[in-house]
């Protein structure tokens, strides 16, 4: 019997909730440049590595337009959008797309893995009847994974669907958020970090001055292996140095 095509979508989004002076430092930090590309062609590119993604798209207000016509989008969609919330960006974006999974993705991290995105993927996959896939530390349960920055989190169409007739759309936290804060209402599955990640000390988003300067270190360090085994060897390194 045949079934159907499992249309899988990155979802970059470049606004925030919070004020406009968030907003704006968010989209200045994802179109700052690291060793000649933007944080957001950085992010792109990882993602374009992943073997089971078939759409990046980017979204922000119809504003941002200007400033990402100066960025390589590479293979990544640009649509833009009107509407004020994250879940609300994500719900427009399923629908016009016919997304059945959505993974959401950090354009301040550079390292975003492709492996760990795929093990993400397949993960949602294999398991349809899920709302919500993420990664997770059993030793540390409040281990940071927006810090950590290199994995996505996922979550179905359906997911979406329970947010609009619930009137959680409105909410102003980025929806794996709302998803946590709402556990009862969605089936979630959990995949086990691999324990080299577990580590506190490691941080590959990028916010502050000291995590650029970091993620300088991590580029002269690995060279062309910017996996998350060699980096968490070169981050763990340069802990064990200080």
């Avoid at 590309?37 to 992010?43: D, I, P, Y």
């Avoid at 989190?153 to 709302?178: F, G, I, R, W």
Wanted: a negative charge; aromatic letters at 8%.
């Amino acid at each position: 019997m045949a079934t159907s095509p499992r249309q899988t979508v990155a979802l970059i989004d470049l606004a925030v909730t919070g004020g406009k002076a968030n907003e704006t430092a968010r989209i200045d930090s994802a179109l700052r440049r690291l060793d000649g590309l933007t944080l957001l062609e950085w992010c792109i590119r990882r993602l374009s590595e992943s073997t089971l993604i078939e759409t990046i798209v980017v979204t922000g207000p119809p504003q941002y337009r200007g400033l990402i016509s100066q960025t390589g989008l590479c293979n990544a969609r640009w649509m833009p959008s009107a509407l004020s919330t994250p879940s609300q960006r994500a719900y427009e974006v399923m629908e016009r797309l016919m997304a059945d999974w959505i993974v959401f993705a950090s354009p301040l991290c550079p390292f975003t893995d492709p492996a760990l995105i795929d093990r993400l993927v397949s993960r949602g996959w294999a398991n349809p009847t899920m709302d919500f896939i993420g990664f997770i530390s059993p030793k540390h349960p409040s281990f940071s994974l927006q810090s950590l920055g290199l994995v996505g989190e996922m979550c179905s169409a359906k997911a979406l669907v329970k947010l609009e007739q619930e009137k959680l759309l409105m909410e102003t936290c980025d929806v794996p958020d709302v998803i946590r804060r709402n556990p009862s209402m969605f089936q979630t599955k959990w995949i086990p970090l691999p324990e080299e990640l577990t580590h506190a000390s490691l941080r590959f988003q990028l916010k502050t001055e000291a995590d650029w300067d970091r993620a300088h270190s991590f580029l002269e360090a690995a060279g062309d292996d910017l996996s998350w085994q060699r980096l968490a060897q070169v981050a763990e390194r340069n802990f064990s140095a200080t």
